[in-house]
């Protein structure tokens, strides 16, 4: 069990009276602690929000960009993808934060697992290895029909 980074722990004490708490950072991906052979973290993980009191709630309200590295599904390079969280939205009720403080790894992973796609492809969707996967798919047993549109070596002889 690793110490809990100290940005990502959010006081209780620090937001009484009406305080906002910023959360403008920039983490490095290791609490997030995803060690998948498909699935891997290494750009910073950059937040952008704020944490307040609203009645006897804890509200964070986050943006979230990083990058995963993921496999591409043609030619199985692992290339990174972008992900973003656009205001994710947390409540959580001050009764239940024990400790005086609330830890938001947990709902910062749990909202960028949900943005890694699970089909991705290199290039944008342009992987280099398609034409030849392609080409390979389409042979067997097509018959005639590849012929009409294709590439006709003789036809000048
Ligand atoms: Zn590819």
């Known amino acids: 069990m690793t110490e809990i980074d100290p940005y990502l722990k959010i006081y209780v004490e620090q937001l009484r009276g009406g305080k906002n708490w910023p959360l403008h950072l920039d983490l490095e991906p290791d609490f997030l ?3 998948e052979k498909e699935l891997t973290f290494v750009d910073p993980i950059r937040l952008d ?3 307040y009191l609203a009645h006897e709630e804890l509200v964070v309200q986050v943006s979230i960009k990083t ?27 001050i009764a ?15 909202a ?5 796609p699970s089909i991705a492809e290199c290039h944008s969707g342009h992987c280099p290895a398609r034409r030849d996967v392609e080409r390979y798919l389409s042979k ?3 018959g005639n029909d590849d012929e009409i549109e294709g590439y006709h070596p003789f036809r000048d002889l």
């Open 33 to 35: 602690d995803i060690c």
């Open 67 to 93: 990058k995963a590295q993921v496999p591409c599904r043609i030619c199985n390079e692992p290339f990174k993808v972008n992900i973003v969280v656009d205001k994710l939205m947390h409540l959580e009720p």
């Open 112 to 116: 960028i697992l949900l943005e890694v």
């Open 49 to 51: 929000g704020q944490a």
């Open 140 to 142: 067997p047993s097509q």
């Open 96 to 110: 239940g934060l024990k400790r005086g403080f609330f830890d938001i790894s947990g709902i910062l992973r749990e």
